[in-house]
């Protein structure tokens, strides 16, 4: 003999007792929501600063902090940075093993977006990067913009002197096209734009590193006359910079180039080497908020259970009725199992749904002030999340089940 459809009675129940069911799944999908939140960002996190940092294999900087070299060149999270002597550049370019040794120069502006100088081979990344339009530059005067420049093709720039604009160069800048406090002498023309890259540099204007020595009242690296930009450069005449960016020929060449440029005088550093450090930090921040996650979980699964056994003595009265209109324990176990474990996914796959979008939603708002994507995506640890309340809500759904099923009809009447 097969068990009536206890679903019918099951949907009664959930109109009568509206308030209780929205609470009851609202709770548990804020606690699921939190988890996944918390887990889906932490990830976003480490997978978008690892994947900023994919342009940089070896950073070459003065003596000092690592993990200022790295927000100021990876992220352009522009901060003084001790300048390197021009001799380690001198040397960075004719040692073996380099296939580039571009100089990252900072300190102006264009409408916010940083100017830095550099050399057309960091420009194009060695050549695995070609401009999605125009060229790279050649000559002074010349700028490539990134993806997101708000600057077309054949405009000039008139950079401002600093690290920032303030509120006010913004104004006058749009009004005049440059600023009018800070104006420089030199103007770029735009011959080019690079492709976008997901990351802080799609907001950089590249120029000759030339440029900015000359701005700043520097040699050009060159001996007098030459006009050309970029290596070779001059013997003695090569300014101090911010970085150095090396592009190793060979992972072995990596770390005979960190090894040699770790000298008094300089320090060579694995971007991956810095960012493990703050992962190991987010690592245990993650932990923490898990934790505070799972005992929310703990709470409001308790909290959820106390709810619906009171609700469940309260309506004993019906249950021992329909015994005794001739429905079996088992038909009555089976609508209070179905009442709770229905709720509890419900919460759960809102839960993640919430969290998910949560995660989004943030995602976005901080990669416009991190400057690089933040991938925000669902993986394990959330499902295994998600799956684990569910399959506690099932087994939890058992308790007002068999309490239910074991009830005598005549205590349940008396009620």
């Known amino acids: 003999m097969t068990l009536p459809n206890p679903l019918p009675v099951v949907l009664a129940d959930y109109r009568r007792n509206r308030l209780l069911a ?178 802080a540099w799609d907001r950089a204007i590249l120029v000759p590193v030339e440029d900015v020595w000359a701005l700043h009242g520097l040699a050009s690296g060159h001996a007098d006359g030459d006009t050309h930009v970029g290596p070779p450069w001059a013997p003695g005449r090569v300014p101090g910079v911010p970085a150095l960016a090396l592009k190793p020929a060979s992972v072995a060449a990596a770390y005979t180039l960190r090894g040699q440029f770790r000298t008094p005088q300089s320090t060579a550093l694995f971007p991956a080497e810095v960012l493990n450090e703050l992962y190991v930090l987010l690592g245990n921040v993650r932990d923490l908020m898990a934790l505070l996650a799972l005992a929310t979980q703990v709470l409001v699964v308790a909290a959820v259970l106390v709810v619906l056994l009171v609700g469940f003595l309260a309506r004993r009265r019906q249950f021992a009725l329909l015994r005794a209109i001739g429905a079996g324990r088992g038909y009555v176990f089976a609508v209070v199992w179905t009442e709770v474990a229905v709720l509890i996914l419900a919460g759960a796959l809102l839960g993640a749904a919430l969290g998910y979008g949560g995660s989004v939603l943030l995602s976005a708002w901080l990669a416009g002030r991190a400057g690089f994507a933040l991938p925000a995506t669902l993986g394990a640890a959330e499902l295994q999340l998600v799956a684990g309340l569910i399959v506690a809500g099932l087994l939890i759904a058992v308790l007002p089940a068999a309490l239910a099923f074991r009830r005598p009809i005549a205590a349940g009447l008396r009620a």
């Open 22 to 199: 929205a609470v009851t799944v609202l709770l548990v999908a804020l606690a699921v929501a939190v988890g996944v939140a918390v887990i889906s960002q932490e990830r976003a996190l480490r997978q978008g600063s690892a994947r900023a940092a994919d342009d940089f294999d070896l950073l070459v900087g003065a003596p000092g902090s690592p993990t200022q070299l790295v927000l100021s060149t990876v992220y352009l999270q522009l901060q003084a940075l001790p300048l390197l002597d021009g001799a380690v550049l001198e040397k960075a370019a004719s040692t073996p093993g380099v296939a580039y040794a571009a100089p990252i120069a900072f300190g102006d502006h264009w409408r916010g977006y940083p100017v830095v100088g550099t050399i057309a081979a960091f420009a194009s990344r060695g050549g695995a990067l070609v401009p999605a339009e125009g060229r790279l530059f050649a000559g002074r005067g010349e700028a490539v913009v990134g993806a997101a420049v708000q600057a077309p093709l054949g405009a000039t720039l008139r950079p401002s002197h600093g690290l920032h604009a303030s509120d006010d160069d913004e104004d006058d800048e749009h009004e005049s096209g440059h600023d009018a406090h800070h104006a420089q002498d030199l103007a770029y023309t735009v011959v080019g734009r690079l492709p976008p890259r997901h990351n």
